[in-house]
């Protein structure tokens, strides 16, 4: 499950509710695996340039070239994690979360491009078929599987939308690695030069349709939908069911990087106390993983105007799920 209780803590503001925690730990463990990935893809690339100097190959020193790239990549991505951590200020409200998004999308931009040229170069070599070095291939496969592996290990523990793409990117190269080792030690005892690039062809086609399902969440997040996981309707029956609650409406959900989640909503109550439902509300959205919950109260009667209530009523009227009432 998703941590978001570190959204910020409690305080209270004119009878609003607003969860602003400043503990970046997600963030925090989010720029130090990106950094890891990146440290270990920039080791290699200097492995791989000394390597390829030293054999006087040209393919190695273009796959150098292509790490190479890949490190400025996670540098952005290690970049905008780390820019992810910055607390709220005067001109970000709700602080900087929504960078890491997108240094999400950047590496997945690279990702697409990336893996549009492997597509090319495995169909330019299915047409025909070159031979290769078997054996100097196998060993710098087993190297670039433990360097990548390790990073992908590393980044694949994280929750963020950035460190998904990062695990990607990297993933993408150890897979490479991996068919090239494997289709290496094929080729030691038999000639099939095509197994290479049908490989190749297999994973470029993974990492895309792994980019698609990334890039969807980005832009679900970018487009304030409700946050995966959360059901609107259930949690509308739940908040009527509280004691003191008459009637809800304006209720809204979204989510700021897809950790930290974000719900707004207008309370009708005759409660004497509406601290005592706050918390109530406030304990209910944290046990849905929504960490920042604003609340307004109103007393039965009250004429809310809002700037949305328009639209917010014509939803209502279609879906029946989002704004209902008690009375």
């Given amino acids: 499950m998703i941590e978001t209780m570190n959204c910020e803590p409690l305080h209270d503001h004119h009878g609003h509710n607003h969860g602003h925690d400043h503990h970046h730990d997600a963030h925090g463990h989010a720029a130090k695996n ?75 931009g690279v990702l697409t491009v990336s893996s549009a040229f492997m597509v090319a170069e495995a169909v330019r070599r299915l047409l025909a078929p070159q031979p290769v070095a078997a054996r100097g291939m196998l060993w710098i496969a087993v190297f670039g599987v433990l360097v990548n592996g390790a990073a992908a290990l590393r980044v694949g523990r994280g929750t963020s939308l950035n460190e998904r793409a990062v695990f990607l990117h990297v993933m993408e190269d150890a897979l490479g690695w991996i068919a090239v080792l494997v289709a290496a030690g094929v080729m030691l005892v038999a000639d099939i030069p095509v197994l290479d690039p049908l490989l ?17 969440s980005v832009f679900r997040i970018l487009l304030q939908a409700v946050p995966e996981g959360v059901d609107p309707e259930a949690l509308t029956a739940r908040l009527l069911a509280l004691d003191g609650v008459e009637s809800i409406h304006d209720l809204h959900l979204w989510s700021l990087d897809g950790e930290c989640h ?12 509406p601290q005592a439902v706050k918390q109530e509300i406030v304990a209910l959205a944290r046990g849905e993983s929504i960490g920042h919950v604003t609340v307004e109260f109103e007393r039965p009667g009250t004429v809310c105007d809002t700037d949305c209530d328009a639209s917010t009523s014509a939803f209502a009227a279609d879906s029946g799920a989002i704004v209902q009432t008690g009375e």
Avoid: Q
């Fill in 262 to 273: 974000v719900m707004t909503l207008h309370v009708v109550t005759r409660a004497a106390d």
């Fill in 34 to 108: 990106i950094s890891a990935a990146f440290f270990l893809n920039a080791f290699f690339v200097v492995v791989e340039a000394v390597g390829g100097w030293a054999t006087n190959s040209v393919a190695i020193l273009s796959d150098a070239l292509h790490d190479f790239g890949d490190c400025l990549s996670l540098a952005t991505s290690w970049f905008l994690a780390r820019k992810a951590e910055k607390p709220r200020d005067r001109r970000y409200s709700y602080g900087y979360r929504r960078f890491s998004l997108l240094g999400a999308v950047f590496l997945s």
């Fill in 200 to 216: 190749s062809l297999a994973i470029a086609l993974w990492v895309l349709v792994n980019v698609a399902r990334n890039l969807r």
